[in-house]
């Protein structure tokens, strides 16, 4: 079954893509690849040559229409030259990267800064070079990037062209208006910056941690494939050796008194009869195997994924009954579960946790009813701290404390992927997890798991298939 080996080959996986992703991020490399940028850059050069077009040929409005051309056509060219050196795969080198960004600031601070500078109301494309440097590379290299387009920001308040307009309506703003302006240019920049930094470093730990798991459990499913293929070698390799066996004999028979030859023979004969046996005792196995292994009551589920955990020195106590709730025979009768690798190391790593914790006493207590089954696993722990409480089940929720707070255990670190893929592969389940602590926060956690029990219940007719 999976167990605490399996927790370190998980974390020993994710380990592997953190390093990999680190490596993506790193002043060495990162996410951006070249193509993603010059398709974004020809949306700006269209736009851009868009817009000044319809502002001086179409409304008649003043501004120094060659330079801001010249400008764009400097991006285009930059374009042009990145694609016929690099092909559009290419994963841009991180210094690359920035200076591509920083570029982009600065193309689009000389355009505002010919056509009104801040009052410009395009002005607010600045944050966009941010964004992208937030989402796709090393966190150092957008904060510079992020001064740089604040900086702009700051000059353009103060030095720029007029705002292309008519000429006897040209708008007018005060000191007030273009503070606010920048201000609303700043705070976009670091929120939005922020925001999709986050949202790509959630994204990524959540991948890396269920790619870990899932190549864990995928290793699980084919070690419990060997039975089958113990079962078709027993099958494949009976027929050579029947052949092997009964041409031996009839060598034996012709042998004409040569001792030595007919020992050789007599051992072929018997090793060969001993694979027959060997053979046969595995396909007897794997018989019994898929009848008595493969499914399981919810007690022996329990007790199964509970075992790693007795020698910890902590009571663990297994209560199972009908809930009172049951109103049928039916109901009241113990179901009977198909095994689930992803089931067992749910339970397993939620008692462990629970074990871990608990200063003397861990109980389980499993009900079941004609609709649900119900596991409550509660200890006599410390609880849950409120402030985390919402928190657990995301990656790097490694403690039931919060950093900072004096621990109860030495061993209290480590990368948080236990309960998150626990609760995920529970969920996959059918199960319903809820977490609270008991009246007192010092008195201990409960965990309370809830199926519905057609959803878990191996069908009746394979019972006794």
């Known amino acids: 079954m999976l167990n605490k080996s399996t927790d370190l080959d998980i974390e020993r996986n994710f380990n592997i893509s953190r390093q990999a992703r680190e490596s993506l991020v790193s002043p060495g490399r990162s996410h951006l690849r070249l193509g993603t940028i010059t398709r974004l850059r020809w949306f700006a050069v269209i736009g851009q040559t868009a817009t000044i077009c319809i502002l001086y040929f179409g409304l008649g409005f003043v501004f120094p229409v060659g330079w801001c051309l010249s400008l764009v056509a400097l991006s285009a060219w930059l374009n042009i030259i990145l694609r016929l050196i690099y092909p559009s795969s290419y994963r841009l080198i991180a210094s690359y990267a920035a200076l591509i960004l920083g570029f982009d600031i600065w193309n689009l601070t000389a355009l505002l800064y010919l056509t009104g500078g801040l009052q410009n109301p395009f002005s607010f494309l600045l944050l966009v070079p941010v964004t992208i440097s937030a989402s796709t590379q090393y966190p150092r290299i957008t904060i510079q990037l992020g001064i740089l387009a604040i900086g702009c920001a700051t000059l353009l308040a103060f030095f720029h062209f007029p705002l292309p307009w008519y000429a006897d309506h040209r708008p007018q703003s005060n000191e007030v208006y273009l503070i606010g302006l920048w201000f609303s240019v700043v705070i976009g920049i670091t929120f939005m910056a922020f925001y999709a930094w986050r949202i790509s470093r959630e994204t990524q730990d959540m991948s890396n941690a269920l790619a870990a798991a899932e190549l864990v459990l995928a290793r699980e499913q084919k070690l419990t494939a060997l039975d089958g293929l113990a079962a078709a070698a027993a099958h494949e390799l009976g027929t050579p050796l029947s052949t092997i066996i009964l041409i031996a004999k009839e060598l034996r028979t012709q042998c004409d008194g040569r001792k030595e030859t007919a020992a050789d023979l007599d051992l072929m004969t018997s090793q060969a009869e001993r694979c027959q046996k060997i053979l046969s005792t595995l396909s007897q196995k794997r018989g019994e195997t898929d009848l008595i292994h493969n499914q399981l009551t919810i007690e022996e589920m329990i007790n199964e994924a509970v075992e790693p955990y007795r020698s910890f020195g902590k009571g663990i106590t297994i209560n199972t ?144 298939a």
């Open 321 to 464: 009954s009908p809930s009172p709730d049951a109103k049928t025979d039916e109901g009241r009768l113990e179901p009977i579960l198909e095994r689930n690798s992803g089931l067992l190391y749910g339970i397993g790593n939620i008692v462990e946790n629970a074990v871990d914790f608990a200063y003397s006493q861990v109980v389980i207590d499993a009900s079941w009813d004609e609709n649900y089954i119900k596991i409550i696993i509660s200890d006599n722990g410390p609880g849950f701290a409120m402030e985390i409480l919402d928190l657990l089940g995301e990656p790097y929720i490694s403690s039931r404390h919060p950093p900072g707070r004096e621990q109860p255990h030495e061993k209290e670190t480590g990368l948080g992927l236990g309960f998150f893929i626990a609760k995920t592969l529970l969920e996959r389940s059918g199960a319903t997890l809820k977490l609270k602590n008991t009246a007192s926060p010092k008195t201990g956690a409960i965990i309370t798991l809830v199926w519905r029990r057609e959803s878990i219940q191996a069908k009746p007719a394979e019972w006794f």
